[in-house]
């Protein structure tokens, strides 16, 4: 997660813009960013994903014209999210590679095969 957004350029001017609205909208992609790395979406926010991280279609509008979201078929996609987190394909190994090493501690262990 980014700890400098509250100073990037572009969410500066986006607030200086729109005031509040922005201000809500930008909580909307911080939960939207949440949301799609805790559900491997690699950055898709479904139109029914939209409720769960608290925001309306006036915040992804306002997203859209911003350029945060992309609008899709199916809702938004966040832009720019396969740059800056990782993907499904990668954190699937990643945690395929944690559950191996943590068999194997297991097994040297208990003395139990894999």
């Given at each position: 997660m980014d700890?400098d ?8 001017d ?7 609205r922005?201000?809500?909208a930008i909580?909307?992609?911080?939960f939207a960013i949440?949301?799609s ?7 898709e926010?479904?139109r029914?994903?939209l409720?769960q991280i ?6 992804a509008?306002?997203?859209?014209e911003f350029?945060f979201?992309?609008?899709?078929e199916k809702?938004?996609?966040?832009a720019?999210?396969?740059?800056h987190q990782?993907?499904?394909a990668?954190t699937?190994?990643l945690r ?5 090493a943590?068999k194997?501690g ?9």
């Amino acid at each position: 997660m980014d700890t400098d957004t509250h100073a990037n350029p572009k969410i500066l001017d986006f607030i200086d813009l729109h005031g509040e609205r922005a201000l809500a909208a930008i909580a909307v992609w911080k939960f939207a960013i949440e949301y799609s790395g805790g559900h491997a979406t690699d950055g898709e926010i479904t139109r029914a994903a939209l409720k769960q991280i608290h925001g309306k279609p006036t915040h992804a509008r306002l997203l859209v014209e911003f350029g945060f979201f992309d609008e899709t078929e199916k809702g938004w996609q966040i832009a720019g999210y396969v740059n800056h987190q990782p993907s499904r394909a990668i954190t699937d190994q990643l945690r395929e590679q944690l559950s191996d090493a943590g068999k194997k501690g297991a097994a040297a262990r208990w003395g139990k095969e894999t």
